[in-house]
């Protein structure tokens, strides 16, 4: 069983900086895809970020991309979202997930498999 715990939403002011975390169980995490998404009241989960099991390799959405950056630690088994110059079009709930292990692509979310309860980011003008 996977488990996907996200913490670290809040409230922030337009132009500042936040940073989520998703701790995972399951000793294989090293070996996991994984993504951030984001999800606004009436509107469709979206793709935030995504990185490959060792994390040499990331994706981001173009509305994220340069200001974001997606990393995780496996020796911790830690995800996380480093978030700059935040906008309210930013606010959201974010999700942390696990990409299915023959699934693409990597930008949507029928790929994962294991998501998180979610974290509310409020970014304030």
């Known amino acids: 069983q996977v488990q996907l715990v996200e913490s670290g939403g809040g409230l922030v002011q337009a132009g500042g900086s936040l940073r989520l975390s998703c701790a995972a169980s399951?000793?294989?995490?090293?070996?996991?895809?994984m993504g951030w998404f984001r999800q606004a009241p009436g509107k469709e989960r979206e793709f935030v970020a995504g990185?490959?099991?060792?994390?040499?390799?990331?994706l981001y959405a173009d509305s994220v991309k340069g200001r974001f950056t997606i990393s995780r630690d496996n020796a911790k088994n830690m995800l996380y979202l480093f978030m700059n110059s935040l906008n309210p079009e930013d606010t959201a709930v974010y999700y942390c997930a696990k990409a299915r292990e023959y699934t693409a692509p990597y930008y949507v979310s029928r790929s994962y498999d294991y998501w998180g309860q979610g974290t509310q980011v409020t970014v304030s003008s």
């Open positions: 990185i490959t099991a060792s994390g040499g390799s990331t």
């Open positions: 399951g000793r294989t995490f090293s070996s996991w895809r």
